[in-house]
């Protein structure tokens, strides 16, 4: 892998974090309550004053790039994955009790049988949920399988199944995934007719929310809209705005997790997308260094980079 994918590699997995961790401190809140908590928007780790009851402190990420790393942590030296190898790896993040996790995912995580049939549990918890579970916690981890070799698009439906069975959460981790192999490996941002073509294999209500996304004005997203703020389509036109309009990293990090709503999870995707974009080298340092575990990260990260190639 030559220097400049090796960048866009970093760029992505670190601008998930940070984009998971400046997010963290809007997450829940609708667009003026942002505004009410951080009057001069929020831009810096420092300026982060909300969610520390849950224990969280300013540079620290949360469940999104915490699952992602279980799935870099579970790739063998060639680069392969195994389902059940992942699966075992969420099931043990979760009994180590992490201070977030989606209400979905800890459904399919506590069940007594997932260490042994982690998708028939994902498919019958969403069976249960009468098949209208659409949660953001599949796509909000998909950005490392962006970053592999191979057939990008069965790895993140796989992936996404062993918690989030919804087409929706498939199409949405899919797209994403794709998207960012795409910026990475080939230089190619994806057309909004390509990421349409793509989405109706999965579900037809993706098309709506790429056609938002492709509003230069955000605001088309709705991102704080409380009655679907997990929803993955949310985070996946999150994603999409920032592959397709953001001058710079950074404009595009605040501006998205200025929105509120559920801020880390629609900040993590379009994070990756962005360092994809961009690369490592343009996201500034207080967004790297500054994450609380940078040294652990980085360690990790450059341990998957020399796995790809």
Same mark, same amino acid.
């Given at each position: 892998?030559?220097?400049?994918?090796?960048?866009?590699?970093?760029?992505?997995?670190?601008?998930?974090?940070?984009?998971?961790?400046?997010?963290?401190?809007?997450?829940?809140?609708?667009?003026?309550?942002?505004?009410?908590? !951080?009057?001069?928007?929020?831009?810096?780790?420092?300026? =982060?004053?909300?969610?520390?009851?849950?224990?969280?402190?300013?540079?620290?990420?949360?469940?999104?790039? #915490?699952?992602?790393?279980?799935?870099?942590?579970?790739?063998?030296?060639?680069?392969?994955?195994?389902?059940?190898? =992942?699966?075992?790896?969420?099931?043990?993040?979760?009994?180590?009790?992490? %201070?977030?996790?989606?209400?979905?995912?800890?459904?399919?995580?506590?069940?007594?049988?997932?260490?042994?049939?982690?998708?028939?549990?994902?498919?019958?918890?969403?069976?249960? #949920? *009468?098949?209208?579970?659409? &949660? *953001?916690?599949?796509?909000?981890?998909?950005?490392?399988?962006?970053?592999? *070799?191979?057939?990008?698009?069965?790895?993140?439906?796989?992936?996404?199944?062993?918690?989030?069975?919804?087409?929706?959460?498939?199409?949405?981790?899919?797209?994403?995934?794709?998207?960012?192999?795409?910026? =990475?490996?080939?230089?190619?941002?994806?057309?909004?007719?390509?990421? =349409?073509?793509?989405?109706? %294999?999965?579900?037809?209500?993706?098309?709506?929310?790429?056609?938002?996304?492709?509003?230069?004005?955000? @605001?088309?997203?709705?991102?704080?809209?409380?009655?679907?703020?997990?929803?993955?389509?949310?985070?996946? &036109?999150?994603?999409?705005?920032?592959?397709?309009?953001? @001058?710079?990293?950074?404009? &595009?990090?605040?501006?998205?997790?200025?929105?509120?709503?559920?801020?880390?999870?629609?900040?993590?995707?379009?994070?990756?997308?962005? &360092?994809?974009?961009?690369?490592?080298?343009?996201?500034?340092? #207080?967004?790297?260094?500054?994450? *609380?575990? !940078?040294?652990?990260?980085?360690?990790?990260?450059?341990?998957?980079?020399?796995?790809?190639?």
């Amino acid at each position: 892998m030559d220097e400049n994918k090796s960048n866009k590699v970093l760029g992505c997995l670190f601008g998930q974090a940070a984009g998971d961790a400046l997010g963290m401190g809007a997450e829940f809140l609708d667009k003026k309550g942002v505004q009410e908590k !951080y009057p001069n928007g929020l831009r810096h780790y420092d300026d =982060i004053k909300y969610n520390f009851g849950r224990g969280f402190k300013p540079g620290d990420y949360t469940d999104d790039t #915490e699952m992602m790393e279980s799935i870099v942590y579970s790739l063998n030296k060639e680069g392969k994955y195994d389902l059940m190898d =992942i699966a075992q790896f969420f099931r043990r993040w979760f009994e180590y009790g992490p %201070k977030d996790c989606g209400l979905l995912t800890a459904r399919v995580l506590s069940n007594p049988l997932y260490r042994q049939d982690p998708l028939g549990v994902s498919r019958t918890t969403w069976e249960e #949920e *009468n098949r209208n579970a659409a &949660g *953001n916690g599949g796509v909000m981890r998909t950005s490392v399988i962006g970053c592999l *070799n191979g057939d990008i698009e069965e790895m993140a439906a796989d992936v996404c199944r062993l918690t989030h069975y919804d087409p929706r959460c498939v199409g949405s981790s899919v797209i994403v995934s794709m998207v960012i192999h795409q910026l =990475i490996y080939y230089g190619h941002t994806m057309t909004p007719e390509e990421v =349409i073509q793509l989405g109706r %294999k999965y579900d037809g209500s993706i098309e709506y929310y790429v056609q938002r996304a492709t509003d230069p004005d955000i @605001a088309s997203l709705m991102l704080g809209e409380k009655e679907k703020r997990g929803y993955t389509l949310k985070a996946m &036109g999150a994603a999409l705005w920032a592959l397709w309009h953001p @001058a710079d990293f950074t404009d &595009g990090l605040v501006t998205v997790v200025n929105e509120g709503g559920d801020a880390d999870t629609n900040g993590a995707p379009a994070g990756a997308v962005l &360092g994809a974009r961009f690369g490592y080298d343009a996201i500034p340092a #207080e967004y790297t260094e500054g994450l *609380n575990r !940078y040294k652990d990260l980085k360690r990790i990260f450059e341990k998957l980079l020399t796995i790809i190639q």
